[in-house]
């Protein structure tokens, strides 16, 4: 999974910042999609599409380079990506960039993409069955080949411009997937869009110093003051390079609903983010708070002498443990809620070969109390998915004296010894 993020600014407006200044302000806010690198695109009149990398000064912050060293390119429009590891991916600088097409060509294009395409393979035979080159196994190359493809049949050889309104009712009608992309061509023109399925957020805000703003998710225009709005599945928002007008058109046949990834709210998104008024972390809070009643149950069937620590798989999980430590107090559960396992890096280890895993796994967790000797640790987490870190965090605890550890994630709790014996 990725992110996107864009920044495009008006000519009317009067504000001393700049697309960068605005990219830098969204990017850390959209850190939790992705940790393989930033990519950023930027366009100016007269001087072209340039490329180049966010990468962090100090804590929550970014630098853009090369390009934001060169005083004299002042672009009014940028275009990011927050990128993830995924399978075929490399860690090489130009698989950082917003996926282009050839810069020498009279049509440049470059796009942002968070998602994925279901049919993927089917619609890379059919552009190499046409004649198409392509590289590696990449959505994102996909479909701006699809885009490229689609405009040069249709307008550039006629001499046309692109009416993107129709490249995308045609692409939304082919692709199957779940996708929201931010495309910048060679005039400076934005396009957004986020198709049929609805699954991947695309937000927008008019800010009152003159910019307009697209993101993965709206905690990435937290302390900006503006109108925001979310861009609806199925259409395309256009940003004119010249004027900044901007219009949103219909790319599909009917009419389609948002209803968002539950990983969104479970897991990925920020705990920030908020969908009809109510923020991730109210929702995973909630969540934790259901988890209370059957725990408490539970942990009052049982007799304990020992302490019980709720705790969290952090940076995620903090969420939930806090609604279950709540709970737990509700049904009169005497508990303690500390942070007995802290990270080294904040590189998920999901991605990636058995052996690549628990080595970062073992490489990222450790044990942040000395003094949890004799006690009951109850570790809440936002998914317990192929158990490979519950497994070594379980060791981890246990080695340090523990004498009970319970993992539990938003469907179900489980005794650590349990995890162990049947190797999950």
């Given at each position: 999974?990725s992110g996107v993020a864009a920044a495009f600014l008006y000519s009317s407006s009067t504000s001393t910042a700049t697309v960068y200044d605005q990219l830098k302000h969204m990017i850390p806010k959209l850190a939790l999609r992705g940790q393989a690198g930033v990519g950023v695109a930027a366009f100016m009149h007269k001087r072209g599409i340039r490329y180049g990398r966010a990468l962090?000064?100090?804590?929550?912050?970014?630098?853009?380079?090369?390009?934001?060293?060169?005083?004299?390119?002042?672009?009014?429009?940028?275009?990011?990506?927050?990128?993830?590891?995924?399978?075929?991916?490399?860690?090489?600088?130009?698989?950082?960039?917003?996926?282009?097409?050839?810069?020498?060509?009279?049509?440049?294009?470059?796009?942002?993409?968070?998602?994925?395409?279901?049919?993927?393979?089917?619609?890379?035979?059919?552009?190499?069955?046409?004649?198409?080159?392509?590289?590696?196994?990449?959505?994102?190359?996909?479909?701006?080949?699809?885009?490229?493809?689609?405009?040069?049949?249709?307008?550039?050889?006629?001499?046309?411009?692109?009416?993107?309104?129709?490249?995308?009712?045609?692409?939304?009608?082919?692709?199957?997937?779940?996708?929201?992309?931010?495309?910048?061509?060679?005039?400076?023109?934005?396009?957004?869009?986020?198709?049929?399925?609805?699954?991947?957020?695309?937000?927008?805000?008019?800010?009152?110093?003159?910019?307009?703003?697209?993101?993965?998710?709206?905690?990435?225009?937290?302390?900006?003051?503006?109108?925001?709005?979310?861009?609806?599945?199925?259409?395309?928002?256009?940003?004119?390079?010249?004027?900044?007008?901007?219009?949103?058109?219909?790319?599909?046949?009917?009419?389609?609903?948002?209803?968002?990834?539950?990983?969104?709210?479970?897991?990925?998104?920020?705990?920030?983010?908020?969908?009809?008024?109510?923020?991730?972390?109210?929702?995973?809070?909630?969540?934790?708070?259901?988890?209370?009643?059957?725990?408490?149950?539970?942990?009052?069937?049982?007799?304990?002498?020992?302490?019980?620590?709720?705790?969290?798989?952090?940076?995620?999980?903090?969420?939930?443990?806090?609604?279950?430590?709540?709970?737990?107090?509700?049904?009169?559960?005497?508990?303690?809620?500390?942070?007995?396992?802290?990270?080294?890096?904040?590189?998920?280890?999901?991605i990636g070969t058995l052996d690549g895993r628990k080595s970062r796994i073992s490489q990222k967790y450790r044990v942040s109390e000395p003094d949890i000797g004799g006690s009951t640790i109850m570790m809440v987490d936002e998914a317990l998915i192929r158990g490979d870190t519950s497994q070594?965090?379980?060791?981890?605890?246990?080695?340090?004296?523990?004498?009970?550890?319970?993992?539990?994630?938003?469907?179900?709790?489980?005794?650590?010894?349990?995890?162990?014996?049947?190797?999950?």
């Amino acid at each position: 999974m990725s992110g996107v993020a864009a920044a495009f600014l008006y000519s009317s407006s009067t504000s001393t910042a700049t697309v960068y200044d605005q990219l830098k302000h969204m990017i850390p806010k959209l850190a939790l999609r992705g940790q393989a690198g930033v990519g950023v695109a930027a366009f100016m009149h007269k001087r072209g599409i340039r490329y180049g990398r966010a990468l962090p000064s100090s804590r929550d912050s970014v630098r853009i380079e090369p390009i934001e060293q060169d005083r004299s390119f002042r672009p009014h429009v940028a275009i990011a990506q927050i990128r993830s590891r995924s399978r075929g991916s490399s860690d090489r600088d130009d698989d950082l960039q917003p996926i282009h097409n050839n810069e020498g060509t009279s049509h440049h294009l470059a796009i942002s993409l968070d998602g994925a395409l279901v049919n993927a393979r089917e619609l890379r035979g059919e552009l190499l069955t046409q004649g198409q080159r392509l590289g590696p196994n990449n959505d994102a190359e996909l479909l701006l080949k699809w885009i490229e493809r689609s405009c040069e049949r249709e307008y550039w050889r006629r001499g046309l411009p692109a009416s993107y309104e129709a490249v995308f009712r045609e692409l939304d009608e082919r692709i199957d997937g779940a996708i929201s992309a931010l495309l910048l061509n060679g005039e400076g023109n934005l396009v957004a869009y986020r198709n049929r399925s609805g699954l991947r957020p695309l937000e927008t805000m008019r800010t009152n110093d003159g910019f307009f703003l697209f993101a993965s998710e709206n905690c990435a225009f937290a302390a900006l003051q503006g109108k925001t709005q979310q861009l609806l599945p199925g259409h395309i928002k256009y940003v004119d390079g010249q004027t900044g007008c901007s219009n949103d058109h219909s790319v599909s046949k009917g009419r389609y609903r948002a209803k968002l990834c539950a990983y969104e709210t479970l897991y990925l998104g920020s705990p920030h983010t908020s969908i009809d008024g109510q923020s991730h972390f109210e929702t995973r809070y909630n969540i934790g708070v259901a988890l209370g009643g059957p725990v408490s149950q539970r942990l009052q069937a049982e007799s304990r002498s020992a302490p019980t620590i709720v705790s969290s798989m952090p940076h995620t999980g903090g969420p939930y443990a806090d609604g279950l430590f709540a709970s737990l107090a509700e049904h009169g559960i005497f508990a303690e809620r500390r942070e007995v396992v802290a990270t080294q890096f904040v590189e998920r280890t999901l991605i990636g070969t058995l052996d690549g895993r628990k080595s970062r796994i073992s490489q990222k967790y450790r044990v942040s109390e000395p003094d949890i000797g004799g006690s009951t640790i109850m570790m809440v987490d936002e998914a317990l998915i192929r158990g490979d870190t519950s497994q070594a965090v379980t060791s981890l605890l246990l080695a340090a004296g523990a004498t009970s550890v319970t993992l539990g994630d938003r469907f179900a709790a489980y005794r650590g010894s349990e995890l162990l014996r049947h190797g999950y």
